[in-house]
């Protein structure tokens, strides 16, 4: 059935066809099932355990695993769909995993976080701050847990907020401080669009734009003469402007295109990455995960 379910999603892609959500749920559902050993609750839950392959990315039998704690729904027909696994939050966060570097000691924040899956690999990639949001109360409450499964790892540096892309005030958006912003599969409804660039265009956008002058306070000792006197040096300090990390399956041309367009008349660069993000495969044992299908784009203020 899932194969079944993969080639006409896959012809209706090509084709530009639009397709119902319940498909695409569907196979979903299909795909959680192979995801690793898990055991079924009473609320139709299950726990998996997502087992990353950090030494090499080729799944050789010395590589060391990180392993990831997470209850998934297997109710996206009935709406649980912020509590899947989908193949663009695997692949974002197999890229997070392959650089941490760009993210140690950075203030990430995640727009619709689903299972917590990315913000548990920031945390252990040494992400300083974390802030999963997402607009679903169900969906942050199974987020909450997850982080407590994964506690070990996640300590205090995650912090779960509601959001509403429609509703988020500029100034509750600007008090984060976001460094790099992330989101999997976040454009997938074209009357959600407009918000969300919204929401992006101020998270890119806040504080002073790109690298700036700032007055810096110097004190230091003259050891030669023995007196000490201070100075106010002008000095550039390096701050870089905030980018974002989007991954996504185009499964709507016009969707997609929409989103490009408001993007540059909000003056917000969306540059491809996929081919060039040196993204290690983490996930080899897993078949059912079509990385092939999502694409990773890096997107930053013009303004800056």
């Known amino acids: 059935m899932k194969n079944i379910l993969k080639s006409i ?18 196979f979903a559902y299909y795909m959680t099932l192979n995801v690793d050993d898990g055991s079924l609750n009473d609320n139709n839950k299950i726990c998996k355990h997502i087992s990353f ?19 998934c729904s297997l109710n996206m027909l009935q709406g649980d769909t912020g ?12 890229f997070i995993l392959s650089q941490p570097g760009t993210f140690s000691n950075k203030c990430c924040l995640e727009v619709g ?4 899956l990315v913000g548990v690999c920031l945390a ?31 300590k205090n540096k995650i912090e779960c907020k509601h959001l509403l892309w429609e509703t988020a005030s500029e100034s509750e958006l600007q008090s984060f401080q976001t460094e790099i912003v992330l989101g999997a599969d976040i454009v997938y409804d074209p009357r959600y669009v407009p918000h969300l660039i919204r929401v992006l265009s101020i998270l890119l956008n806040h504080g002073k734009s790109g690298l700036y002058e700032e007055k810096v306070s110097i004190k230091y000792e003259n050891e030669l003469s023995h007196y000490k006197e201070q100075k106010d040096i002008s000095a550039n300090a390096l701050k870089e402007a905030p980018v ?4 996504t399956v185009i499964r709507n041309d016009s969707t997609w295109n929409y989103f490009l367009r408001l993007a540059g ?8 990455i996929t081919g060039m993000s ?3 495969n983490l996930l080899p044992y897993m078949p059912s995960y079509d990385r092939e299908s999502v694409y990773l784009f890096k997107l930053s203020s013009l303004c800056n």
């Open 9 to 26: 999603i896959s012809v209706a892609e090509s084709s530009n066809i639009d397709m119902a959500d319940g498909l695409y749920e569907q």
């Open 53 to 71: 392959y950090l030494s090499n990315g080729h799944g050789d039998i010395n590589s060391t695993n990180f392993i990831v704690k997470l209850q």
């Open 83 to 94: 509590c899947a696994l989908w193949p663009s939050g695997l692949l974002l966060s197999e």
């Open 113 to 116: 976080s689903g299972v917590g």
């Open 124 to 154: 252990y990639a040494g992400a300083s701050k974390v802030v999963l949001t997402d607009g679903d109360v169900s969906t942050l409450a199974n987020m909450e847990h997850n982080l407590e499964l994964n506690e070990y790892i996640t």
């Open 244 to 247: 974002a990390y989007i991954a």
């Open 265 to 272: 008349e909000t003056n917000i660069s969306v540059q491809d």
């Open 278 to 280: 040196k993204s290690l």
